[in-house]
């Protein structure tokens, strides 16, 4: 399988619930990200990897919690989450930090907390 | 002001039109610059990077105008395929090459 790979698609969770997000990445990026997108809002970017090394927290808050084990795999572990949290939820990765080739998307999950 | 800042439409324009959206950037510092497509519900796909010296693909091309702080998009012949939301993409520099997204200008083609 190829490109960029996220799971699950759809995600309904409570409040008090945790769960976690899957991407993985199969075209040998050095560089992955998270990024999170509201209705009528710009992506928002979250988390930035750079070699599994984390670069960047966009000032996220700490219910959202990033894991990278190896640079081709990224979580996002959620827990006790707000209704406004609810959002289209992206990994994407790049050849380089500095993403002079341009970023590759996942299809995103859909999260709806309830 | 904000760091990526697009028209966001929506552009209704009948079929075979020409159709040009504008993205402003703030940081003028920036290095790398993309224009990606994102159709409803689907994640952006990179549609085309942004070169100082302008490129063209088929009916795309843009262009990137540093003095001004904009890149522009041009759509010659329009599909009714090419309805979307074309999203600005601009990487910051200065130690931190974190793109940064416009919120996308919507694009509606009609028979």
């Known amino acids: 399988e190829t490109g960029v790979t996220q799971t699950p698609r759809h995600l309904v969770m409570g409040m008090t619930n945790k769960k976690s997000l899957k991407c993985e990445q199969h075209l040998g990026h050095n560089a992955m990200y998270w990024y999170k997108q509201s209705a009528k809002k710009p992506l928002e970017l979250m988390f930035v990897?750079?070699?599994?090394?984390?670069?960047e927290n966009n000032s996220v808050p700490s219910r959202f919690s990033p894991e990278c084990p190896n640079s081709s795999h990224l979580f996002l572990h959620l827990h006790t989450l707000q209704p406004e949290d609810s959002a289209l939820y992206l990994c994407?990765?790049?050849?380089?930090?500095?993403?002079?080739?341009?970023?590759?998307f996942g299809s995103g999950t859909r999260l709806t907390v309830v | 002001r904000k760091e990526v800042e697009q028209d966001p439409g929506p552009f209704n324009v009948p079929e075979g039109a020409t159709v040009a959206f504008n993205c402003t950037y703030s940081?003028?510092?920036?290095?790398?610059f993309f224009w990606y497509r994102q159709d409803c519900r689907k994640e952006p796909k990179l549609l085309m990077s942004v070169y100082s010296s302008g490129n063209e693909d088929g009916r795309f091309t843009a262009q990137l105008n540093r003095a001004s702080q904009y890149i522009s998009l041009l759509i010659r012949d329009s599909k009714l395929s090419d309805s979307a939301t074309y999203l600005c993409?601009?990487?910051?520099?200065?130690?931190?090459?974190?793109?940064?997204f416009g919120r996308g200008t919507s694009l509606i083609v009609h028979p």
């Open positions: 994407a990765s790049s050849q380089e930090f500095n993403g002079n080739y341009g970023y590759t």
């Open positions: 993409v601009v990487s910051q520099s200065g130690g931190s090459y974190i793109p940064t």
């Open positions: 990897y750079n070699f599994k090394e984390q670069t």
């Open positions: 940081n003028s510092a920036s290095q790398s």
